[in-house]
């Protein structure tokens, strides 16, 4: 008998996904399509066909009426799809569901004792990790960390969920790592990297031999079209998040850009 014959015509498997949060503070669809040329600087693979939850909790109160569809357009226009909608008021669930997108619903709030001592944003969805060779393996304190000994190819991406991300190899231009931890590259770094990507604001980013296209810390990121820090290019350093801005330091003084 084939293999064919004893194949399930299909099968759902637990997977995590990554999105970028479009966090909203106007619905106008002009000054909106402004901000995002100037955000991608004209790029036209900024977003690479980025899975989008679209933020609706910063629009003021009884603003305008959201044009959904021409919204959806707009971010579409710079290669992002949107899946979700966040914090939408109750009246928007029949405009949001007949576009196609689906109600991101806030976890329930727990009391001041059940809650822990120091709460982490809520995580946005995660892209989908990369099917590359990988250990997932205990060390002190309770925490995990991935550990990737293969160079991380462009187009790939590799997502360390809930833990550190250690990477042997190369990361080359194009490919895209994220953690929700700390990211350690014992190589060079090209592409793009996000750690802290649950909303963890102490997480860092190091490598060996910096020169990423785009890096992020709990959701404050950093572009290089013109090439990174020349004081750190290709050198051992490490990104941290500074308050609101992103500080490249080398990973030996106390030096930053």
């Known amino acids: 008998m084939s293999k064919s014959q004893f194949q399930k015509p299909i099968e759902i498997k637990i997977s995590t996904v990554v999105a970028v949060s479009a966090i909203l503070a106007t619905s106008d669809r002009l000054a909106l399509d402004a901000a995002m040329a100037e955000m991608t600087g004209g790029s036209t693979d900024f977003f690479e066909d980025d899975l989008a939850v679209i933020d609706v909790g910063a629009l003021p109160a009884g603003g305008a009426d959201i044009d959904w569809g021409g919204l959806i357009a707009l971010l579409k226009k710079y290669r992002l799809n949107p899946v979700a909608v966040r914090n939408a008021a109750p009246e928007m669930g029949g405009a949001i569901a007949a576009h196609g997108l689906s109600l991101e619903t806030a976890a329930p709030q727990r009391s001041e004792a059940e809650a822990p001592k120091k709460a982490a944003a809520a995580p946005a969805p995660a892209p989908a990790p990369a099917p590359a060779p990988a250990a997932s393996e205990a060390i002190p304190g309770g925490a995990r960390v991935m550990i990737i000994d293969t160079p991380v190819r462009a187009g790939q991406r590799i997502y360390a969920r809930g833990c550190d991300l250690v990477i042997t190899a190369v990361v080359n231009n194009g490919a895209e790592i994220i953690a929700d931890g700390s990211i350690h590259v014992y190589n060079t770094l090209n592409g793009r990297a996000l750690a802290g990507a ?14 990423p296209e785009l890096v992020s810390i709990a959701g404050v990121y950093r572009t290089f079209e013109d090439g990174f ?17 992103i500080d490249i330091l080398s990973v030996n003084s106390a030096t930053r850009a």
């Open 198 to 211: 649950s909303g963890n604001p102490d997480a860092r980013i190091f490598a060996m031999g910096m020169a």
């Open 229 to 245: 820090p020349a004081e750190y290019a290709r050198t051992p350093a490490q990104i941290r998040l500074n308050g609101d801005r």
